[in-house]
């Protein structure tokens, strides 16, 4: 089982950015799925994910309304499309999968992936 976060690099503030995180090994239809980041210094936190059970994905308030998770079951990834790009959201950003229940505790993930770098600077 493998996941990997990529798409990462640097943007300038106000710009646009898509994550992607590609599964193999298993079928993220079925999990749950989360992203996360860790900023320099900081304690990685959770930032967004999106149930099996509802259509209502989360944001976490730093986030929301410039960030927008979404799925593709038939390539099997997850996407994080980030716009409107801040300097703090500087950060290494991870996907998570995690069944039967996910939030924004890392506890509750079953699988992670590397991480990517999102530098945000002019």
């Known amino acids: 089982v493998q996941l990997q976060a990529s798409g990462g690099g640097l943007v300038q503030p106000g710009g646009s950015l898509r994550l992607s995180c590609a599964a193999s090994g298993l079928t993220l239809e079925r999990y749950g799925i989360g992203w996360f980041r860790q900023a320099p210094g900081k304690e990685r936190e959770g930032i967004s994910f999106?149930?099996?059970?509802?259509?209502?994905?989360y944001y976490a308030p730093s986030v929301k309304g410039r960030f927008t998770i979404s799925r593709d079951n038939a390539k099997n990834t997850v996407y994080l499309q980030m716009t409107s790009v801040k300097p703090e959201d500087t950060a290494v950003y991870y996907c998570?999968?995690?069944?039967?229940?996910?939030?924004?505790?890392?506890?509750?993930?079953?699988?992670w992936g590397k991480g990517t770098l999102v530098t945000v600077s002019s």
């Open positions: 999106s149930r099996t059970s509802d259509g209502s994905p």
């Open positions: 998570a999968a995690g069944w039967p229940t996910i939030g924004t505790i890392e506890s509750e993930y079953d699988y």
